[in-house]
């Protein structure tokens, strides 16, 4: 299952840059563990978006309990879970699930 995860700014600008670091480093250890397919700030400057991969939800609220953003509660996090009905021939076939390949 993929999960569109929306990390909305809920605190100031300055106290979210002292925690970006730890965020960063968050990011990358789960895209490691393939638990995040991407990520990356929102062309408006009010937040972030992270596609993630999981076997279910519970797996994604675990791994979010840990980013600091969240953590410390300086994001709102809107997930919406999907389940992708068709894909690209050059998107990994093991995130999709049965989507077919056009």
Known sequence: MLYAITLEYSSPKDELEQHIDAH????????KLGNIIFAGPLENGQGGFILAYGTDSSAVDVALSDDPFVKLGLVRVHISAIEPAIRSGHF???????????
């Open 92 to 102: 990994h076939a093991g995130w999709a699930g049965n989507a077919k390949a056009l």
């Open 24 to 31: 960063k480093k968050w990011l990358a250890d789960n895209i």
